[in-house]
């Protein structure tokens, strides 16, 4: 993997989670009913930013939980031959909520798809609308983001290095050639 470019400094990556936030209250209405799903792994600490971003703006607190969809891939068997089983957090009731699912990528829709199976397996929402810090492009199932940090136009030769504090060392997207 070779280095190619800073795409999201840190001042950048927090400006794409206030942006988000914003856009997050306004396409809501406010954040009542909103319940924020950080896909494991960054896609959690993601989650966390945006809802202090919410809660800094609003002064209300929202929900945050993670959905582990190892189990829901349709591409186990790319992945490797056992996958890990972790439970989710989502231990309440979402019907009628209003459900984000936040990631660091969208690529090809295909955890977007998982997660949604994910979902709705616990319960029926009265929406679903996703976050994600980059849009990458390459999309191989009819999905988009409802709010985008950033759209990265990207070869499939490429690849895309989100870092989050908590799990990295710094907050910061990169980009690499392969």
């Known amino acids: 993997m070779k280095f190619k470019a800073i795409i999201l400094d ?5 400006r794409a989670i206030t942006r988000i936030s914003h856009e997050i209250i306004e396409k809501n209405k406010g954040v009542e009913s909103i319940v924020l799903v950080g896909i494991v792994s960054r896609g959690v600490p993601i989650a966390n930013l945006i809802a202090e971003k ?3 703006l609003e002064n209300e ?3 945050v939980t993670s959905l582990n969809i190892s189990l829901y891939r349709d591409d186990l068997t790319e ?7 972790k439970s989710n957090e989502i231990n309440f009731d979402i019907t009628g909520k209003n459900i984000i699912l936040v990631d660091d990528v969208i690529f090809t829709g295909r955890t977007v798809r998982a997660a949604m199976d994910a979902i709705i397996d616990v319960g029926r929402p009265k929406t679903i609308q996703l976050a994600v810090l980059v849009d990458r492009g390459h999309r191989e199932l009819p999905i988009r983001a409802d709010y985008v940090g950033k759209n990265v136009p990207t070869s499939r030769k490429e690849i895309i290095k989100v870092r989050v504090k908590g799990i990295d060392s710094l907050n910061e997207v990169s980009i690499y050639s392969v």
């Open 10 to 14: 840190e001042k950048a990556f927090f």
């Open 54 to 56: 919410i809660n800094e």
């Open 61 to 63: 607190n929202v929900k």
């Open 79 to 85: 992945i490797g031959d056992v996958p890990l089983v």
